[in-house]
């Protein structure tokens, strides 16, 4: 319909065209019709992070939204909100307010990772797999077609739109994907900093029995892979010539760094601390106590030497 001579035209705002219900729709819905998004790789742990939570949301109920959309099957998918549905549950809330919007599976997927990629604690398992479902969600709407570089005039690649997402480097990107070629069993070692980054991205390179064979020598030798240690293993694998009992001659060996570094884990240190200590403070009073366990050694030597004239 033509618009008449000096009628105002009415532009659809940024939410419109997105398929957003505005801010005042958002509305109460049942817990129970909430459901997680699919391969939602973000964990929901009940941590203290958690306990907080749900503590405030018993006092003041859930002050931010839930944003969903509607599922075919009916209810409604979570786009963002799995934490505050979570602690709403065990709240014991009925209802939860949601603003619902109707988006396509690929929009919905890089908005899902986005805007759980502003927690402040994200397991390196959780960055790898919301980049790979961002990357694999660009690609299908034809990002180097549709997305350029203002700057330089040329198409930006789908990692290179991650990259730029999230304050990253693309080979920063390209190495967090690389950990989903993980089994399960390493991919929860990284989380838990039983295997440091770097060597985990080489591991990766292996096949699944390779990793398996891998995981076995690493618990005979009891010692987690350098990063030498893991591109060794790798190449052992390019050149066909990985077997177990090569993986374990190498993570047998003793690390120079291990000859000039003590590690004690913080868990063991948070038994003998208050939980306000911060690390410096817990430094100091170790430093102070070996430097009394190291005099009364002294003492007790030249105790000795005495009686024994």
């Given amino acids: 319909m033509k618009n008449r001579p000096g009628e105002k035209i009415k532009l659809a705002s940024l939410d419109e065209l997105l398929g957003v219900v505005n801010e005042e729709s958002a509305m109460e819905i049942e817990i129970n019709k909430i459901h997680a998004f699919k391969n939602h790789p973000f964990k929901v742990l009940d941590d203290e992070s958690m306990q907080r939570t749900v503590e405030s949301v018993e006092q003041y109920g859930v002050l931010s939204p839930l944003i969903a959309r509607p599922r075919p099957e009916g209810g409604y998918e979570i786009i963002s909100g799995h934490r505050r549905k979570h602690a709403a ?136 892979p350098s990063l030498s240690q893991a591109i060794r293993i790798k190449k052992l694998a390019q050149q066909g010539e990985f077997d177990y009992d090569a993986v374990y001659n190498i993570m047998n060996e003793e690390k120079k760094s291990e000859l000039d570094t003590v590690t004690i884990k913080n868990e063991t240190l948070r038994k003998y601390f208050p939980r306000n200590y911060t690390p410096r403070q817990m430094e100091s009073i170790i430093i102070k106590l070996l430097d009394q366990w190291q005099l009364k050694k002294q003492q007790a030597k030249q105790k000795k030497q005495e009686e024994a004239r």
Wanted: proline share 3%.
């Fill in 89 to 224: 549950e065990l709240a014991n809330l009925d209802t939860v307010p949601v603003i619902v919007r109707n988006m396509e599976d690929d929009a919905a997927t890089i908005l899902m990772v986005d805007s759980n990629l502003q927690r402040e604690h994200i397991l390196p398992s959780e960055r790898a797999f919301a980049y790979k479902m961002k990357l694999d969600a660009i690609k299908n709407q034809g990002a180097r077609s549709d997305l350029t570089s203002s700057q330089v005039g040329t198409k930006l690649r789908a990692d290179e739109k991650v990259a730029k997402d999230s304050g990253e480097s693309r080979n920063q990107v390209q190495r967090f994907v690389r950990l989903t070629n993980l089994v399960p069993e390493l991919l929860d070692m990284v989380d838990e900093k039983k295997i440091s980054f770097n060597p985990a991205v080489e591991l990766s390179y292996l096949d699944e029995k390779q990793q398996q064979d891998f995981l076995e020598a690493m618990d005979a030798s009891q010692n987690a």
